[in-house]
DNA sequence: CTTTTGGTTCTGCAAAATTAGAACTAAAAG
DNA sequence: CTTTTAGTTCTAATTTTGCAGAACCAAAAG
């Protein structure tokens, strides 16, 4: 059972994620990060959310698919434990820089087409490309050089 | 006038941009900055890429409002000349970046409303709002540290 | 072999988003 | 003062999304 201020975190939470997903899916995903359960099965999720059948089976689906979420199962029995997969939303920092670098290329791509490798433009094009490799670089090692900080503060 | 090149260019990155803005106004901005031309006039870019007056000036004043592009004018001349401003993509990375510090609110709460702080998703709550964190600082003193590297570079 | 459980898949609809087209407007030109 | 230019705004059509409901299916239970 959800209480009120669980509903809310839910709502709240579900409007950043509906930034990269429908509405249905991030509601799906904030209730298994918000949730007191370790684990919620399709009914759960079904009822806590008012949700049809197919827009939780399609929701879930859609956070499997994109890793976000994962399930586990028990002994006879045909149900699937569906829990949120923390690791993933760190990997998702992550390939949301690597699409700057897909940007990058094409960036890269109309410096070359440029007639006029002098202009404002073309230069600011090639400084933006630096600017962004150079983020890229930083932030590839964010995460190991947060473990590692991490591990001093505990020892 | 565009080549094909030019309007290969404009649809791949338009593409990426439409993860964040309407079709028309993606297209407008990547003209923008694939344009060997340094400014554009509403004409121009109406007839560049086949759109309605409105569609044109929707997506014009779009950008215009987000600090996307901007424009300047000539005396004696009632045309207003379109470019992009290359700066407010730094800026819209940056922003991107503060987005996640209202996730990690969010997060925080959620944390304050969990029954059992000991359980995994619990802690793991912790651990990527720290992360997060971190990663805020990282990256908020990029552009700077790039700026410095750059000057180091030249001089 | 019939029923129940735990879903998936297939329409179809309703709302939201996006665009075109036409009417409109304000400033400048003729 | 009529026409042209450089747009804006309104309305309506079109497309795209997302969801519900119902039909469907396979495995397990009765």
Known sequence: MLTEKHKELIEKIGVYFELAMPPAAARILALLIVSDQDSLVFEDIRSSLNLS?????????????????????K???????????????????RSEIEKILGLNT????????????????????????????????ETSTVYEQWKENKQQKVY
Request: hydrophobic share 30%; charged share 25%; net charge positive.
């Open 53 to 73: 059948k197919s827009a939780t089976s399609n929701g879930i689906n859609a956070l499997l698919d994109s890793k976000r979420i994962e399930y586990y199962t």
């Open 75 to 93: 002994m006879g029995d045909r149900k699937r434990y569906f829990k949120w997969n923390p690791t993933s939303t760190i990997n998702h920092f």
């Open 106 to 137: 094409l960036f890269e791509n109309t410096i070359q087409l440029k007639r006029d490798k002098e202009s404002y433009n073309t230069k600011m094009l090639g400084e933006l490309s630096d600017l962004m490799h150079f983020l890229y670089q």
